[in-house]
């Protein structure tokens, strides 16, 4: 049976590390807060106390953790997955950081023989829970190829999208047109709700022009119904948009759009809406206080 350590059990990691569970791979887990392990452990996992442990004796590590400053400290720390890690294990890396980020792993795990892939996914829970995850890939073709397996366990799609950093470039590009789009619903939402039109029509609409897409039949039953229970954080999809504005200005790009966007979502998260739901930006919006 393979081995395979997952670090990091958020509303995600613990869905999709409970797919490669009933998977059939045996699982060593870390999770900052340990108490998150429980329903894993009494599935059979074995919980361990530090990344390194977790990665000890793993052919593959799968890490889901918040941002760049979880990240280094979960691969690169003391206790991290590469001071533990055995040549040739694979990991995969599903979290959101910046690409420089992803390439920095990348060499000190090639220190150690190891192949790092950045794999971030498009999805939120629901999707994790559902294995319909999609893997956005960057890194080297053999370890993509040996990590197939791990990756049909938790979603329905992996590509290669080239070298090392190419996933976590992808995916801060994906998560700029998501948060975009969710800012933009949220803006013409309370325009169409101020103008009294009838809600279930004016999702009917919007759904079936030409900006329907699932972002707009998600997120404005949510708004609709003040309903923002976090299917992604609000404080996380600001935090995306940001390492975007760094990543266009480590390449030379103008990114206006992406500045307004953030700005919306900061003041969001700094009203106290950041562990919300991304959809709360319609809060935002419309000066509402969120229920409870």
């Known amino acids: 049976m393979t081995t395979i350590a997952f670090i990091g ?17 045996a699982l060593r887990v870390w999770n900052r807060s340990p108490a998150r ?33 979880a990240t280094r400290a979960v691969m690169l720390g003391g206790d991290g997955v590469l001071a533990a890690a055995a040549p040739g294990t694979v990991i995969v890396d599903s979290s959101t950081n910046t690409p420089a980020m992803a390439r920095e792993v990348a060499r000190a795990a090639a220190d150690r023989h190891c192949s790092y892939l950045d794999a971030p996914v498009s999805g939120s829970i629901a999707q994790a829970k559902g294995r319909e995850l999609v893997f956005m890939v960057g890194g080297d073709a053999g370890a993509f190829e040996r990590a197939q397996p ?55 609409i919007l759904a079936e022009g030409a900006a329907g897409s699932r972002l707009v ?18 404080e996380l999809m600001e935090k995306d948009v940001r390492y975007f504005q760094a990543l266009a200005q480590e ?29 709360a930006v319609f809060l935002q919006v419309t000066g509402e206080k969120p229920k409870g």
Do not use: H, W
């Not at 059990?9 to 791979?25: E, I, R, V």
């Open 9 to 25: 059990l958020g509303a995600m990691g613990a869905a999709m590390a409970a797919n490669l569970q009933a998977g059939g791979f």
């Open 37 to 69: 392990a429980a329903p894993l452990r009494d599935a059979g996992a074995t919980v361990c106390a530090t990344p390194a442990e977790a990665a000890r004796g793993a052919a593959f590590v799968v890490s889901m953790v918040a941002d760049d400053a």
């Open 150 to 204: 791990v990756f049909a366990a938790m979603g329905r799609m992996a590509r290669r999208m080239g070298d090392c950093g190419s996933g976590a470039t992808i995916k801060l590009v994906n998560n700029m047109l998501s948060g975009t789009t969710s800012a933009a619903i949220a803006e013409a939402l309370s325009v169409a709700e101020a103008s009294g039109l009838d809600p279930a029509l004016t999702l009917e």
């Open 217 to 234: 039949k998600t997120k404005i039953p949510k708004m609709l119904g003040r309903d923002f229970a976090p299917q992604f954080q609000l």
């Open 251 to 279: 390449v030379d790009r103008p990114a206006p759009i992406a500045a307004l966007v953030r700005s919306q979502y900061q003041a969001a998260r700094r009203a106290g809406l950041g562990k919300l739901d991304v959809a």
